[in-house]
């Protein structure tokens, strides 16, 4: 997979072209070329993986966590057969063979949502060889996903939300850093985005002019979407822009790390642990939370479902209705530790 780097400073490279042929596999052949596998059997894994990019449209995360996968499969498969795989071994495993490897990643202590995901990669990859006439058929489609447990997202309250879109900068030496940050979490909480979006962002992305502008995000699945940036979200990021001490053009990376290169996630991500010491915020404080409170906020102030929906880049509604069931569960809450009714 291309570094964090690459793959974030880019809008162009996002773009691949979807009509180049599977057997050419530019991106797939580097990312086969791991796997200690029988070399049609590589060859394949090639060809999926150019197709999940080039395709599919998968991110480059999602594709770095489709090969690992695949990878543990092989692995598993390997001493399970006791033999080097190829397409003709691993089109004659049988619905044994798969909950085998199953039941390995649960004794490894892999939760179920971690196998699940293994499991659909798996299924991508054995689907695809299908389709292409690389095996003719497989025991795989009747396995079924392992049963996930229902989790509702964990928003923080409005005051907990700005008290750590505030206080973030403190933590930093360095005023063009605690800048940052103040406008990394701005952007996350006031536009909802994923943390992956808001660092893709170039300089050319924030709109030049005063007032509510528009930001065009390009989210899961290369998806592109349109969300309005307020005015106290670009407050914030002239700001950090006119403390930074790296210059750059249109196409350079909004956000920038020390060394003026890409800023890694896992800096804010650092970020928001310290926060949640200092300011005694619950451990589902990250910054993902600040998109879930996003969501929750504008939904308990009357927003409607489906603009939530278009903001957040849902693919499905019943991704954003999980949302109503947040804001159900604190008023419940609230109605249990308040009425005198409900302590009797």
Same mark, same amino acid.
């Given at each position: 997979?291309?570094?964090?780097?690459?793959?974030?400073?880019?809008?162009?490279?996002?773009?691949?072209?979807?009509?180049?042929?599977?057997?050419?596999?530019?991106?797939?052949?580097?990312?086969? %070329?791991?796997?200690?596998?029988?070399?049609?059997?590589? *060859? #394949?894994?090639?060809? =999926?993986?150019? =197709?999940?990019?080039?395709?599919?449209?998968?991110?480059? $995360?999602?594709?770095?966590? !489709?090969?690992?996968?695949?990878?543990?499969?092989?692995?598993?498969?390997?001493?399970?057969?006791?033999?080097?795989?190829?397409?003709?071994?691993?089109? %004659?495993?049988?619905?044994?063979?798969?909950?085998? =490897?199953?039941?390995?990643?649960?004794?490894?202590?892999?939760?179920?949502?971690?196998?699940?995901?293994?499991?659909?990669?798996?299924?991508?990859? !054995?689907?695809?060889?299908?389709?292409?006439?690389?095996?003719?058929?497989?025991?795989?489609? %009747?396995?079924?996903?392992?049963?996930?447990? /229902?989790?509702?997202?964990?928003?923080?309250?409005?005051?907990?939300?700005?008290?750590?879109?505030?206080?973030?900068?403190?933590?930093?030496?360095?005023? =063009?850093?605690?800048?940052?940050?103040?406008?990394?979490?701005?952007?996350?909480?006031?536009?909802?985005? /994923?943390?992956?979006?808001?660092?893709? $962002?170039?300089?050319?992305?924030?709109?030049?002019?005063?007032?509510?502008?528009?930001? /065009?995000?390009?989210? *899961?699945?290369?998806?592109?979407?349109?969300?309005?940036?307020?005015?106290?979200?670009?407050? #914030?990021?002239?700001?950090?822009?006119?403390?930074?001490?790296?210059?750059?053009?249109?196409?350079?990376? $909004?956000?920038?790390?020390?060394?003026?290169?890409?800023?890694?996630? @896992?800096?804010?991500?650092?970020?928001?642990?310290?926060? @949640?010491?200092?300011?005694?915020?619950?451990?589902?404080?990250?910054?993902?939370?600040?998109?879930?409170?996003?969501?929750?906020?504008?939904?308990?102030?009357?927003?409607?479902?489906?603009?939530?929906?278009?903001?957040?880049?849902?693919?499905?509604?019943?991704?954003?209705?999980? !949302?109503?069931?947040?804001?159900?569960?604190?008023?419940?809450?609230? !109605?249990? #530790?308040?009425?005198? @009714?409900?302590?009797?």
């Amino acid at each position: 997979m291309a570094g964090p780097a690459a793959s974030l400073n880019k809008k162009a490279a996002n773009r691949k072209m979807a009509g180049q042929s599977d057997l050419a596999v530019p991106s797939g052949e580097e990312a086969a %070329a791991g796997f200690d596998v029988a070399a049609d059997l590589k *060859k #394949a894994i090639a060809i =999926w993986l150019a =197709w999940l990019g080039d395709e599919r449209r998968a991110a480059d $995360l999602t594709v770095d966590a !489709y090969r690992r996968d695949f990878a543990d499969f092989l692995g598993f498969i390997t001493g399970h057969l006791g033999a080097q795989p190829d397409l003709a071994r691993i089109a %004659a495993l049988g619905r044994a063979d798969f909950r085998a =490897w199953m039941a390995r990643r649960s004794t490894r202590g892999l939760q179920a949502s971690s196998t699940a995901r293994a499991l659909s990669a798996v299924k991508s990859f !054995y689907r695809l060889a299908i389709k292409r006439g690389l095996i003719d058929q497989t025991s795989l489609t %009747a396995l079924r996903t392992p049963k996930l447990p /229902r989790s509702l997202p964990k928003p923080l309250t409005a005051p907990e939300a700005m008290e750590a879109v505030s206080a973030i900068g403190d933590q930093q030496h360095e005023s =063009w850093i605690g800048k940052r940050d103040i406008a990394v979490l701005t952007l996350l909480y006031g536009c909802g985005l /994923r943390i992956s979006e808001a660092l893709s $962002l170039t300089r050319g992305d924030v709109p030049a002019q005063d007032g509510v502008g528009l930001l /065009r995000i390009l989210g *899961k699945g290369r998806k592109e979407r349109v969300v309005p940036i307020l005015p106290v979200v670009s407050d #914030a990021i002239r700001d950090y822009l006119a403390a930074c001490p790296y210059g750059g053009g249109a196409g350079d990376p $909004l956000f920038v790390g020390a060394r003026g290169d890409v800023l890694n996630p @896992r800096l804010i991500q650092r970020a928001m642990q310290h926060l @949640r010491a200092a300011l005694g915020l619950p451990e589902t404080a990250t910054p993902h939370a600040l998109r879930h409170s996003f969501a929750t906020h504008l939904l308990a102030g009357g927003g409607d479902l489906r603009a939530i929906q278009e903001l957040l880049g849902h693919a499905s509604l019943s991704t954003t209705q999980r !949302y109503t069931e947040v804001d159900a569960a604190q008023l419940m809450a609230v !109605y249990n #530790a308040a009425h005198p @009714r409900a302590k009797s």
